[in-house]
């Protein structure tokens, strides 16, 4: 009499492996989903007009750098808004900043009309201070793109 017994099968012998990477692969694909969000809109928000002319405001500004010292960098989680529809739009964004001798955020108000931003609120919060550093001063900033017109 031939007792031969079958060998188990992948999934009987693996079943403990499997489960949790069965549970563990949604997770990974909704976390990898969010973040690709994330980068995209915060890539949108990096290369607006309103971010960088804050940010460099900000990084020119000699009450910042004297709080924060240099180099000044800009961290990853921007807050706040952009909406643009060819030439109007608005911006209400919150940066944060750090530097070798602390940190700060940014805050940037911002409205387009006729293809020209005009900056209502450009002031940084430095951490620790009571008073924030206004960017602004007592003039409004209009930023209007540069425009190369060729003939022909």
């Known amino acids: 009499m031939d007792t031969h017994t079958q060998d188990p099968g992948f999934l009987s012998r693996n ?24 980068l995209v809109v915060g890539g949108a928000i990096r290369t607006s007009d309103p971010f960088n002319v804050g940010v460099q405001r900000a990084r020119e500004s000699p009450d910042v750098v004297a709080s924060l010292g240099e ?7 921007i807050s706040g808004n952009i909406n643009v529809n060819g030439p109007s ?3 209400n964004l919150s940066i944060p900043l750090t530097g ?8 940037v ?10 900056f209502e609120r450009l002031e940084v919060e430095i951490e620790g201070a009571s008073d924030r550093v206004d960017l602004l001063g007592t003039t409004e900033i209009v930023w209007r793109p540069l425009v190369s017109w060729s003939s022909g």
């Open 15 to 38: 079943w403990k492996w499997l489960l949790p990477l069965g549970c563990l692969a949604p997770i990974v694909a909704l976390a990898l989903f969010v973040g690709g969000i994330v």
């Open 71 to 77: 180099p000044i960098e800009v961290g990853w989680l």
């Open 109 to 118: 108000v911002a409205e387009k009309s006729a293809g020209e931003w005009v």
């Open 100 to 107: 070798p001798k602390g940190a700060a955020t940014l805050y």
């Open 89 to 91: 739009g608005e911006a």
